[in-house]
């Protein structure tokens, strides 16, 4: 049964309403692969009892002719930043420890209601800070790539939905659920040579998802396939009127309109993108991506995004400021953790509390959203940093004019040693230089696997949309998918 653990999400849905295997025995296999997986730390807890109920609910429906979900049968690994009615939900942060929500997330139940499963609460950077997975309070998750060389090296699975792609890279899950405020779908997906989308910003619900930077966070999946996770995203995406800034717009079929010919489109290569520092074979794959695409019938066009050098200074004061405001929320009065020393005052434990349960990176962010928030300073910085964010996005609406798509690395290096950067704020943030900019302009884009570099790890190829252009950017996706051959996988070590 254990080859059930290769199959995606498709494979998976249509071998079980088929009866070629039970949703059971689906979701028994992965929770196997769970448990054997401890090394890599991906999950923060494990939920095997909601996979097999799930399954069993899925099989029940099979045997009595009703109509199954798209997702019917799949078991999926649940980012912990995602609220889970009754599962503990920490965003990998101390201060959330022991908190239970009452109420799921959109998203999620989404899922639930598409009849997915689920195997656990992937760990992941704490309160989605961070590009390593290293600023977790539940320790770091190890990647199960390896360099080529022999060793043993912990490698980084990127961040902060390093879980997620842990887990879908080494088969202990088909899919997993990302969200995406900086690049945290598109950097661990290409560190672990699996597909990661993020949808225009709106598609999916926030609602019940654990706030970071509330006008960039987008949830999405990540999966081994473009087409899995065209499937994912349809169950996961909708309106939902519980999110102010959801888009009360009808969900295409992305799945069924998948068409990897691109005959009449016009793909743009952004100049400012060749950056000092990029590694050449990042460089090599872009190269290739370029080619796979006019093959597949696009045209390369040359444009121009200029303010591209200004989008990670400018990220890196609108998140943190809204950061800010987000966390103000955990004073220990609400949510997991209190520290209330003896004699204290609410002042004191609110302190206290907050000392106590937050990690160093995310006090940096607290701080850094505070500072450039406060009087005498928000001009210089927040608003100067939104009017930033203005041209950014204006810079996308006018390559639009010349292109109906953009190909770009999705990261100017492959994953990294865990401990590497962890010293060094600004190298980390630097992961994030390609992604940021769809960010601040809410836009689709994904990562795709291209290639291994010469030490044997994945790099991965983005595509950016127009707005709610997903389709076009699953198409050129599928067509890269399709050219690269992608095969390669993580040994398993574990
Ligand atoms: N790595 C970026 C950060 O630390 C992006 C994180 C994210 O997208 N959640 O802010």
Same mark, same amino acid.
């Given at each position: 049964?254990?080859?059930?653990?290769?199959?995606?999400?498709?494979?998976?849905?249509?071998?079980?309403?088929?009866?070629?295997?039970?949703?059971?025995?689906?979701?028994?296999?992965?929770?196997?692969?769970?448990?054997?997986?401890?090394?890599?730390?991906?999950?923060?807890?494990?939920?095997?009892?909601?996979?097999?109920?799930?399954?069993?609910?899925?099989?029940?429906?099979?045997?009595?002719?009703?109509?199954?979900?798209?997702?019917?049968?799949?078991?999926?690994?649940?980012?912990?930043?995602?609220?889970?009615?009754?599962?503990?939900?920490?965003?990998?942060?101390?201060?959330?420890?022991?908190?239970?929500?009452?109420?799921?997330?959109?998203?999620?139940?989404?899922?639930?209601?598409?009849?997915?499963?689920?195997?656990?609460?992937?760990?992941?950077?704490?309160?989605?800070?961070?590009?390593?997975?290293?600023?977790?309070?539940?320790?770091?998750?190890?990647?199960?790539?390896?360099?080529?060389? =022999?060793?043993?090296? $912990?490698?980084?699975? #990127?961040?902060?939905? *390093? /879980? !997620?792609?842990?887990?879908? @890279? =080494?088969?202990?899950? $088909?899919?997993?659920? #990302?969200?995406?405020? *900086? /690049? !945290?779908?598109?950097?661990? @997906?290409?560190?672990?040579?699996?597909?990661?989308?993020?949808?225009?910003? *709106?598609?999916?619900?926030?609602?019940?998802?654990?706030?970071?930077?509330?006008?960039?966070?987008?949830?999405?999946?990540?999966?081994?396939?473009?087409?899995?996770?065209?499937?994912?995203?349809?169950?996961?995406?909708?309106?939902?009127?519980?999110?102010?800034?959801?888009?009360?717009?009808?969900?295409?079929?992305?799945?069924?309109?998948?068409?990897?010919?691109?005959?009449?489109?016009?793909?743009?290569?952004?100049?400012?993108?060749?950056?000092?520092?990029?590694?050449?074979?990042?460089?090599?794959?872009?190269?290739?991506?370029?080619?796979?695409?006019?093959?597949?019938?696009?045209?390369?066009?040359?444009?121009?995004?200029?303010?591209?050098?200004?989008?990670?200074?400018?990220?890196?004061?609108?998140?943190?400021?809204?950061?800010?405001?987000?966390?103000?929320?955990?004073?220990?009065?609400?949510?997991?953790?209190?520290?209330?020393?003896?004699?204290?005052?609410?002042?004191?434990?609110?302190?206290?509390?907050?000392?106590?349960?937050?990690?160093?990176?995310?006090?940096?962010?607290?701080?850094?959203?505070?500072?450039?928030?406060?009087?005498?300073?928000?001009?210089?910085?927040?608003?100067?940093?939104?009017?930033?964010?203005?041209?950014?996005?204006?810079?996308?609406?006018?390559?639009?004019?010349?292109?109906?798509?953009?190909?770009?690395?999705?990261?100017?290096?492959?994953?990294?040693?865990?401990?590497?950067?962890?010293?060094?704020?600004?190298?980390?943030?630097?992961?994030?230089?390609?992604?940021?900019?769809?960010?601040?302009?809410?836009?689709?884009?994904?990562?795709?696997?291209?290639?291994?570099?010469?030490?044997?790890?994945?790099?991965?190829?983005?595509?950016?949309?127009?707005?709610?252009?997903?389709?076009?950017?699953?198409?050129?996706?599928?067509?890269?998918?399709?050219?690269?051959?992608?095969?390669?996988?993580?040994?398993?070590?574990?």
């Amino acid at each position: 049964m254990s080859e059930l653990t290769n199959l995606g999400v498709k494979d998976i849905r249509d071998g079980v309403a088929r009866g070629d295997f039970t949703a059971r025995e689906v979701a028994e296999s992965f929770n196997a692969a769970v448990e054997e997986a401890s090394a890599l730390n991906a999950f923060i807890v494990t939920t095997p009892d909601h996979a097999l109920a799930a399954a069993d609910r899925v099989d029940a429906d099979r045997a009595t002719g009703k109509d199954l979900g798209v997702m019917a049968g799949v078991p999926i690994g649940m980012k912990d930043l995602f609220c889970t009615h009754g599962v503990q939900t920490t965003a990998a942060s101390r201060i959330l420890e022991g908190f239970e929500p009452q109420y799921e997330s959109t998203v999620s139940s989404n899922l639930w209601v598409a009849g997915a499963g689920m195997l656990g609460k992937l760990n992941m950077d704490q309160f989605a800070m961070g590009s390593s997975n290293e600023t977790s309070h539940s320790g770091n998750v190890v990647s199960p790539w390896r360099r080529n060389d =022999g060793g043993n090296t $912990p490698m980084s699975p #990127g961040g902060s939905s *390093g /879980g !997620s792609s842990a887990v879908v @890279a =080494g088969r202990i899950a $088909p899919a997993a659920t #990302g969200t995406d405020t *900086g /690049g !945290s779908i598109r950097q661990p @997906a290409a560190f672990a040579g699996i597909v990661g989308v993020k949808p225009t910003y *709106g598609r999916c619900s926030r609602w019940g998802i654990v706030a970071f930077a509330s006008s960039l966070d987008q949830a999405g999946p990540m999966a081994r396939s473009v087409e899995d996770c065209a499937v994912m995203l349809g169950a996961m995406a909708g309106f939902d009127p519980k999110d102010s800034t959801s888009l009360d717009m009808p969900v295409p079929d992305w799945a069924g309109g998948l068409d990897a010919n691109l005959a009449g489109k016009k793909v743009g290569i952004p100049r400012e993108y060749v950056m000092e520092g990029t590694d050449q074979a990042i460089l090599d794959s872009w190269e290739r991506g370029k080619e796979w695409l006019r093959d597949a019938g696009a045209e390369i066009v040359d444009i121009s995004l200029p303010h591209t050098k200004y989008a990670l200074p400018a990220y890196y004061i609108v998140a943190p400021a809204e950061a800010s405001s987000n966390l103000a929320r955990y004073d220990g009065v609400r949510y997991g953790l209190r520290d209330l020393p003896d004699g204290a005052g609410l002042q004191d434990m609110y302190a206290q509390t907050r000392e106590t349960g937050f990690g160093d990176e995310v006090k940096r962010r607290v701080l850094i959203g505070t500072y450039v928030l406060s009087a005498g300073f928000y001009d210089a910085y927040y608003n100067q940093a939104q009017k930033v964010r203005a041209l950014v996005a204006r810079d996308f609406e006018q390559a639009w004019a010349e292109c109906d798509l953009i190909l770009a690395p999705t990261t100017p290096t492959a994953s990294f040693p865990l401990g590497d950067k962890s010293d060094d704020p600004l190298a980390m943030y630097l992961n994030d230089v390609f992604a940021v900019p769809a960010s601040l302009a809410g836009l689709p884009a994904m990562s795709v696997p291209a290639m291994l570099n010469g030490d044997g790890l994945p790099l991965g190829l983005q595509l950016v949309g127009k707005p709610f252009d997903e389709q076009g950017v699953l198409n050129a996706g599928l067509a890269i998918e399709q050219r690269a051959g992608f095969e390669a996988q993580p040994e398993k070590w574990w």
